[in-house]
């Protein structure tokens, strides 16, 4: 069976972690690597800086040191995503005011201060920042597929205060996204 790290890099995950060993002047434990050197190791061994980072992320959840959710740093996140039709700008407009209009039935803590939106060329964002210090950001991007216009929206949820309620989180979120959704 291919795995994702096969289809995507040439190699199997164990292929990466033998790779990481065999290259690095001879330290053959893992444990002794941080991050950042098995992302450039992984890079150096033809993968792109992408899929550098998610094997330095696999292999750290391989060996003990990060789980699902976890960030380099140990704080706990958990995402969502959706991809719902329309041109991407009008999108995230009605997504701000669902926002808005939705209270606090929309989101998973009490809000510290107000959310805030910022803009690039490509992309939009939607920022909270919430009472027990985790924080939620939505971003916004086109997302075209022939003649249809799509809009990606993706939400980052940071900062949980403790694993165990990741999963509610991301339930959450998703279920925030799919209402959104059927709204449009």
Known sequence: MTDKFTTGTG????????????????????????????????????????????????????????QVGQTVTGSVNAGASKTVPGEWREVFEEFATFMAEGGEEVLPVKLDGEPSASATEKWRYWRATFA??????????????????????????DKIPAMDQRDSVKAHWKHVLATFADSL
Do not use: F, N
């Open 11 to 66: 190699r199997d995950i164990e292929e990466w972690m033998e790779y990481l060993r065999s290259h690095d002047k001879g330290a053959e434990d893992l444990h002794k690597l941080t991050h950042q050197q098995m992302a450039v190791l992984a890079v150096d061994g033809g993968a792109s800086e992408w899929w550098a980072q998610g094997i330095a992320v696999e292999i750290e959840r391989i060996i003990g040191r990060r």
């Open 132 to 157: 027990d210090g985790s924080s939620a950001t939505l971003d916004c991007s086109d997302a075209p597929t022939g003649d249809r216009r799509k809009t990606r929206l993706s939400m980052k949820h």
